[in-house]
T-cell receptor
Framework: GAVVSQHPSWVICKSGTSVKIECRSL??????MFWYRQFPKQSLMLMAT?????????EQGVEKDKFLINHASLTLSTLTVTSAHPEDSSFYIC??????????????FGQGTRLTVV | QKEVEQDPGPLSVPEGAIVSLNCTYS??????FMWYRQYSRKGPELLMY????GNKEDGRFTAQVDKSSKYISLFIRDSQPSDSATYLCAMSASGNQFYFGTGTSLTVIP
C-alpha cells in the first residue's frame, strides 16, 4: 500500500494561535488530497478536497478562511487551522489520492493529528 | 438519507466468536468497497478491499459485497482481543471520492 506521512501526530495549542499539519505521500504522486476531521466516536467527515496547484474545494459548513489548505506539490499538502478555538479540537486525517503511481483505488490515510486547543 | 449506513455499536463479543459487521448504501454507482480498522487515536488502516460484487477472504477476515441489495459485510472468525477496534466501511464510485460509514466499535473480551 501507499506510504503516507502525517505530522505532528499530536499537538496542543492555545486558543487563538494557528497550527499547521503536514501530509506527505512518500511513494506516489498525489494529485488530489482529501482532508478529514473525526470527532470522538464519529466517522470521518470530509472537510475539503484539494488538487495540486489549485484552490481547495471546501465542504458545506467548513470555513475556508479558517482551514487553509496548501497543495503546492504532488507529495505535500498542508492544513493550517488558523485562530484555533477549543471547538476545533479534533482528529484530523489526510488522504492522498490519484496521480501517477497510485497503487489502486482504495483510500490511504495519514496517521492522523490529534489537535487539542486549550 | 446518508450515503452509507453503519451501526455504530458498540459490539462486544467473547474471544473466539465470529463477528459480523455490516453496512448498507444507497448509491448504486459504488463499485469499490473497503473495510478499515482504526485503533484509538490512529489513522484508519486498510483491512479488506473488494471491487464490485463477490466475496474476498484474507486469513480470518472475509468481505462480502451484495450489490443487488446494496449491502456489504465483514466477517471476523476466531476473534482475538487484538481485533478490538473501530471498523469503518468505505465505498467509492470513481475510486477517488470516498464515503464512510460511522464505524462500529468492537471489543473482544478475553
Amino acid at each position: 500500500g501507499a506510504v503516507v506521512s502525517q505530522h505532528p501526530s499530536w499537538v496542543i495549542c492555545k486558543s487563538g494561535t494557528s497550527v499547521k499539519i503536514e501530509c506527505r505521500s512518500l511513494d506516489f504522486q498525489a494529485t488530489t488530497m482529501f482532508w478529514y476531521r473525526q470527532f470522538p466516536k464519529q466517522s470521518l467527515m470530509l472537510m475539503a478536497t484539494s488538487n495540486e496547484g489549485s484552490k481547495a474545494t471546501y465542504e458545506q459548513g467548513v470555513e475556508k478562511d479558517k482551514f487553509l489548505i496548501n497543495h503546492a506539490s504532488l507529495t505535500l499538502s498542508t492544513l493550517t487551522v488558523t485562530s484555533a478555538h477549543p471547538e476545533d479540537s479534533s482528529f484530523y486525517i489526510c488522504s492522498p489520492a490519484g496521480g501517477a503511481g497510485t497503487p489502486s483505488s482504495e483510500a490511504f490515510f495519514g496517521q492522523g493529528t490529534r489537535l487539542t486547543v486549550v | 438519507q446518508k450515503e452509507v449506513e453503519q451501526d455504530p455499536g458498540p459490539l462486544s463479543v467473547p474471544e473466539g466468536a465470529i463477528v459480523s459487521l455490516n453496512c448498507t448504501y444507497s448509491n448504486s454507482a459504488f463499485q469499490y468497497f473497503m473495510w478499515y480498522r482504526q485503533y484509538s487515536r490512529k489513522g484508519p488502516e486498510l483491512l479488506m478491499y473488494t471491487y464490485s460484487s463477490g466475496n474476498k477472504e484474507d486469513g480470518r477476515f472475509t468481505a462480502q459485497v451484495d450489490k443487488s441489495s446494496k449491502y456489504i459485510s465483514l466477517f471476523i472468525r476466531d476473534s482475538q482481543p487484538s481485533d478490538s477496534a473501530t471498523y469503518l466501511c468505505a465505498m467509492s464510485a470513481s475510486g477517488n471520492q470516498f464515503y464512510f460509514g460511522t464505524g462500529t466499535s468492537l471489543t473482544v473480551i478475553p
